[in-house]
């Protein structure tokens, strides 16, 4: 009897928690990773071989995201030309001195538009010296 108590006590406590089976399902579609147990298969499952699946599954996913991390293309930036462009489109408002004052809004989007417009004219350059230009 007291032998019989204990069994199933263990078997309880081995038995795959549903907070398991929900986190197993959830890493499942977040890793897009085939489904290595089916719902009956997981529920079936002790606690020791879902949180090693468990562990597998998060170490799948942070290698997924460290991937797509470092193949992310990022965007083309030069430091020194939107530096020179801030500056004279500082400059420029100072001068200016406009009569309303300037909100940061406006100087965002001055900036911004001006860099634009110094990436086009860097480029354009680039491709006159490809063609041959300056000999």
Request: glycine share 4%; hydrophobic share 35%; charged share 35%.
């Amino acid at each position: 009897m007291v032998l019989d108590k204990k069994l199933k006590e263990e078997l309880l406590q081995s038995d795959v928690t549903p907070a398991q089976i929900k986190l197993i399902n959830e890493l499942y579609s977040e890793t897009d990773c085939k489904q290595q147990y089916g719902q009956e298969e997981l529920a079936r499952l002790d606690k020791d071989t879902a949180s090693l699946h468990i562990q597998y599954l998060k170490d799948l996913k942070s290698r997924q995201y460290q991937e797509r991390k470092n193949h992310d293309h990022v965007a083309d930036f030069d430091k020194i030309g939107f530096g020179m462009v801030y500056k004279l489109v500082w400059k420029y408002f100072v001068d200016v001195k406009k009569t309303p004052a300037m909100d940061m809004r406006t100087f965002h989007d001055t900036v911004i538009s001006e860099y634009k417009v110094f990436k086009q004219a860097q480029e354009a350059c680039r491709q006159f010296v490809k063609d041959g230009g300056l000999q």
